[in-house]
């Protein structure tokens, strides 16, 4: 048998898992993928500009990803994501807002921490400016003072507290009015207060947006948000200002995280920002419509996050589906190759579900950002005109925004980081590279989990509101509107029907929207009535309110699909119908059994019908389609950056190339071998004893 000399030479053939993958993608391409993209994207010109910025990225030295950022410690990955973010700030100078919110999107793919270093200026500090400060506020820090295109000034944003997180309301660090001299005076009254976890505080940021108790003449009117310096012009900390930096995280460690500590510093009143509340030369205070509003810039965070989900799930949902595919183990009957991993059922079970929710979170995502960027745009208008009816109408937008935002952002980043372990785990042994990303990636990916809200405390924030809600449709004849309007439909579907019954309606996905929908109500209910059963004590239905959550996040992203998939070019609706099944079948009706068997929307008969028959039959379905799926997320090798994903499917000569570029084969002696060297090499016990334990010795000192 002739071989051909490839990157190794071998002496018999080897693995072949090029063909393997070559072969599916030639035979089994139902679609366009191209085209596909588009949809995943929301356009053809979302999907042209992603493709035009990969390839920047990828042609430029400094900001493509390689193997060797894998390697890195902590230093050496802040010296990159420092000199990758100057290099981005001349993306910046030529940028649109909107292609260079495109272009962070695809960094986080391969360099979340990049992303998050600049995003914290960009996004945290010169949203909150945005969110709560007057337009000549705007104007003059991001636009004046140039800080959206990281020059002059470079912004971090002071919220969380070590002794206070999630509950925002809490915080204690306090800006008191001194009304003389027409300013005031941050301050950290005790260790608690210490401002912690702050990105860029530790090294890099000039300015904070921070989050302080407002007092005026001894009253306290809770927690607003000041611009305070922390460096001059020549980066030294100003008078009054200490920080010093958090230390290793989890991952991340590109980001300078640290802490601050105010120590009487007096800033301007103008340095207050003043959109809704504000606070006069005399001292006289206009609180905001509505407090949640200070907190509107968190809203974009959240937003970001959903959509990082997406992408996250693209990557790894590629990488663990093509090294599926490739990868061969154990011979069934006699066949004389190996069986391909994603042959096996049980395989099939742990990835494929994974695959259909990234398709499901991609529409979602899109609309959330949309929806954002309108709502926000729509405010900002009607408090420049200062008409109340229009921010009256906004609030309520907001409202649901915020439930919306809340339970996208928990429930996908809770569901990403199971896809990204899972998808390690079906990798075997070489999903434990480092090489192959699936570590940094994981450390790297669920800080989200508890960023901007810890997820069991921001899914509560959404159970709460629509608990109430279904309380005043039922019984306050009241009304719902926004996306949680549904519940208006309450009373017809609180009988103990169930509601998917075949087959058939399980393949009817507006059928099972409404099954969502009915379990929601009923749960709400059933929460509500135990509610008032424990004199009105919401905590007592905790982990139901975060199941309502999961629920309407999961909602959300089915109703979108389906109406995306209505506008959808018609050679790819049967397949978008298949993944959605696929999804709704595995990732809602069986992750949720226990509660739609607990209220009746399903029978356990038929529940386990669902399991043993009809999401298997699925699987089956969607294997032949794998390749065409994971390639219509059109993510490039660059920021996949995992040998065994790559899109040759050449696995081994890949992985083998990687490990032996970043680990030289000729430095088989390590720095540390004396120590080796010195236990392999020593001397026998009796010699290292000097032989004072010998029979001879034992005979002279016995006399």
Same mark, same amino acid.
């Given at each position: 048998?002739?071989?051909?000399?490839?990157?190794?030479?071998?002496?018999?053939?080897?693995?072949?898992?090029?063909?393997?993958?070559?072969?599916?993608?030639?035979?089994?391409?139902?679609?366009?993928?191209?085209?596909?993209?588009?949809?995943?994207?929301?356009?053809?010109?979302?999907?042209?500009?992603?493709?035009?910025?990969?390839?920047?990225?990828?042609?430029?030295?400094?900001?493509?990803?390689?193997?060797?950022?894998?390697?890195?410690?902590?230093?050496?990955?802040?010296?990159?994501?420092?000199?990758?973010?100057?290099?981005?700030?001349?993306?910046?100078?030529?940028?649109?807002?909107?292609?260079?919110?495109?272009?962070?999107?695809?960094?986080?793919?391969?360099?979340?921490?990049?992303?998050?270093?600049?995003?914290?200026?960009?996004?945290?500090?010169?949203?909150?400016?945005?969110?709560?400060?007057?337009?000549?506020?705007?104007?003059?820090?991001?636009?004046?003072?140039?800080?959206?295109?990281?020059?002059?000034?470079?912004?971090?944003?002071?919220?969380?507290?070590?002794?206070?997180?999630?509950?925002?309301?809490?915080?204690?660090?306090?800006?008191?009015?001194?009304?003389?001299?027409?300013?005031?005076?941050?301050?950290?009254?005790?260790?608690?207060?210490?401002?912690?976890?702050?990105?860029?505080?530790?090294?890099?940021?000039?300015?904070?947006?921070?989050?302080?108790?407002?007092?005026?003449?001894?009253?306290?009117?809770?927690?607003?948000?000041?611009?305070?310096?922390?460096?001059?012009?020549?980066?030294?900390?100003?008078?009054?200002?200490?920080?010093?930096?958090?230390?290793?995280?989890?991952?991340?460690?590109?980001?300078?995280?640290?802490?601050?500590?105010?120590?009487?510093?007096?800033?301007?009143?103008?340095?207050?920002?003043?959109?809704?509340?504000?606070?006069?030369?005399?001292?006289?205070?206009?609180?905001?419509?509505?407090?949640?509003?200070?907190?509107?810039?968190?809203?974009?965070?959240?937003?970001?996050?959903?959509?990082?989900?997406?992408?996250?799930?693209?990557?790894?949902?590629?990488?663990?589906?093509?090294?599926?595919?490739?990868?061969?183990?154990?011979?069934?009957?006699?066949?004389?190759?190996?069986?391909?991993?994603?042959?096996?059922?049980?395989?099939?079970?742990?990835?494929?579900?994974?695959?259909?929710?990234?398709?499901?979170?991609?529409?979602?995502?899109?609309?959330?950002?949309?929806?954002?960027?309108?709502?926000?745009?729509?405010?900002?208008?009607?408090?420049?005109?200062?008409?109340?009816?229009?921010?009256?109408?906004?609030?309520?937008?907001?409202?649901?925004?915020?439930?919306?935002?809340?339970?996208?952002?928990?429930?996908?980043?809770?569901?990403?980081?199971?896809?990204?372990?899972?998808?390690?785990?079906?990798?075997?042994?070489?999903?434990?590279?480092?090489?192959?990303?699936?570590?940094?990636?994981?450390?790297?990916?669920?800080?989200?989990?508890?960023?901007?809200?810890?997820?069991?405390?921001?899914?509560?924030?959404?159970?709460?509101?629509?608990?109430?809600?279904?309380?005043?449709?039922?019984?306050?004849?009241?009304?719902?509107?926004?996306?949680?309007?549904?519940?208006?439909?309450?009373?017809?579907?609180?009988?103990?029907?169930?509601?998917?019954?075949?087959?058939?309606?399980?393949?009817?996905?507006?059928?099972? %929207?409404?099954?969502?929908?009915? /379990? #929601?109500? *009923? =749960?709400?209910?059933? +929460?509500?009535?135990?509610? @008032?059963?424990? &004199?009105?004590?919401?905590?007592?239905?905790?982990?139901?309110?975060?199941?309502?959550?999961?629920?309407?996040?999961?909602?959300?992203?089915?109703?979108?699909?389906?109406?995306?998939?209505?506008?959808?070019?018609?050679? %790819?609706?049967?397949?978008?119908? /298949? #993944?959605? *099944? =696929?999804?709704?079948? +595995?990732?809602?009706?069986? @992750?949720?059994? &226990?509660?739609?068997?607990?209220?009746?929307?399903?029978?356990?008969?038929?529940?386990?019908?669902?399991?043993?028959?009809?999401?298997?039959?699925?699987?089956?379905?969607?294997?032949?389609?794998?390749?065409?799926?994971?390639?219509?997320?059109?993510?490039?090798?660059?920021?996949?950056?995992?040998?065994?994903?790559?899109?040759?499917?050449?696995?081994?000569?890949?992985?083998?190339?990687?490990?032996?570029?970043?680990?030289?084969?000729?430095?088989?002696?390590?720095?540390?071998?004396?120590?080796?060297?010195?236990?392999?090499?020593?001397?026998?016990?009796?010699?290292?004893?000097?032989?004072?334990?010998?029979?001879?010795?034992?005979?002279?000192?016995?006399?």
């Amino acid at each position: 048998m002739s071989l051909s000399v490839k990157n190794t030479v071998d002496s018999s053939r080897g693995p072949d898992p090029k063909t393997s993958i070559t072969t599916e993608r030639a035979n089994n391409q139902k679609w366009d993928p191209v085209l596909m993209n588009h949809f995943l994207e929301g356009s053809k010109e979302a999907s042209e500009l992603n493709r035009t910025m990969y390839q920047q990225m990828e042609r430029d030295p400094i900001l493509r990803a390689n193997p060797h950022y894998y390697d890195l410690g902590k230093e050496e990955e802040r010296e990159l994501t420092a000199l990758r973010i100057d290099r981005i700030s001349q993306y910046l100078e030529s940028d649109t807002p909107a292609e260079y919110n495109r272009r962070a999107s695809l960094i986080s793919v391969f360099d979340p921490q990049l992303n998050t270093r600049i995003g914290v200026n960009l996004g945290l500090f010169l949203g909150c400016i945005r969110g709560n400060g007057t337009p000549e506020q705007l104007k003059f820090w991001s636009a004046s003072k140039e800080t959206k295109i990281l020059k002059h000034i470079y912004g971090c944003f002071a919220m969380t507290e070590l002794a206070h997180g999630s509950n925002v309301a809490g915080l204690e660090t306090t800006a008191t009015f001194d009304k003389e001299n027409d300013q005031f005076i941050i301050n950290t009254p005790h260790i608690g207060a210490t401002k912690w976890w702050i990105g860029g505080a530790a090294h890099s940021a000039t300015h904070t947006a921070c989050y302080a108790r407002l007092l005026v003449d001894g009253k306290d009117y809770g927690v607003k948000t000041f611009i305070v310096p922390l460096r001059d012009s020549n980066h030294k900390l100003m008078p009054g200002i200490t920080v010093g930096d958090i230390g290793a995280k989890m991952g991340r460690d590109g980001i300078d995280n640290g802490w601050i500590q105010f120590s009487n510093v007096k800033v301007p009143r103008f340095f207050m920002l003043q959109k809704f509340c504000k606070v006069s030369r005399e001292g006289d205070v206009v609180l905001p419509p509505l407090e949640q509003l200070s907190y509107s810039a968190l809203l974009g965070g959240r937003v970001t996050m959903v959509l990082d989900s997406y992408r996250v799930g693209a990557r790894f949902s590629t990488i663990a589906l093509r090294y599926a595919i490739g990868r061969r183990q154990f011979k069934s009957g006699k066949n004389e190759l190996e069986t391909q991993l994603l042959d096996y059922p049980l395989h099939q079970r742990r990835l494929l579900p994974f695959l259909a929710l990234t398709y499901l979170v991609s529409c979602g995502a899109m609309k959330l950002e949309k929806t954002y960027d309108s709502v926000l745009d729509g405010l900002d208008e009607a408090v420049e005109k200062n008409d109340m009816k229009v921010i009256s109408k906004s609030i309520k937008e907001m409202k649901s925004l915020f439930i919306d935002s809340a339970s996208l952002k928990s429930t996908c980043t809770w569901l990403a980081a199971d896809l990204i372990d899972q998808s390690r785990q079906a990798c075997g042994g070489h999903g434990y590279s480092g090489y192959n990303g699936f570590g940094k990636a994981y450390n790297d990916w669920v800080v989200q989990c508890t960023w901007e809200g810890d997820n069991n405390v921001l899914a509560m924030s959404v159970g709460k509101p629509l608990i109430r809600s279904i309380d005043e449709i039922l019984n306050k004849d009241k009304k719902a509107s926004g996306s949680i309007s549904f519940l208006n439909n309450a009373k017809q579907y609180l009988n103990e029907d169930n509601v998917l019954k075949s087959f058939e309606d399980v393949n009817d996905l507006k059928k099972v %929207l409404l099954s969502i929908e009915i /379990l #929601i109500i *009923r =749960l709400c209910k059933d +929460s509500l009535d135990t509610i @008032k059963q424990n &004199g009105g004590q919401y905590e007592i239905v905790s982990g139901s309110m975060v199941t309502i959550s999961k629920l309407k996040a999961h909602h959300y992203l089915l109703n979108e699909f389906l109406i995306r998939t209505e506008a959808a070019d018609a050679s %790819l609706k049967p397949f978008l119908t /298949l #993944i959605a *099944r =696929l999804y709704s079948a +595995s990732i809602v009706l069986d @992750k949720f059994s &226990g509660d739609f068997l607990t209220y009746s929307v399903v029978s356990p008969k038929f529940m386990g019908k669902i399991n043993q028959e009809y999401i298997p039959k699925l699987c089956l379905e969607v294997r032949p389609l794998v390749i065409n799926y994971t390639d219509s997320f059109q993510q490039p090798d660059m920021a996949l950056n995992a040998p065994i994903g790559n899109f040759n499917g050449d696995i081994y000569e890949n992985y083998f190339g990687v490990v032996k570029q970043e680990n030289n084969p000729f430095n088989y002696k390590a720095p540390y071998s004396a120590a080796l060297e010195s236990m392999l090499n020593r001397p026998s016990l009796s010699d290292r004893q000097r032989g004072e334990r010998s029979d001879s010795v034992k005979d002279i000192l016995s006399k």
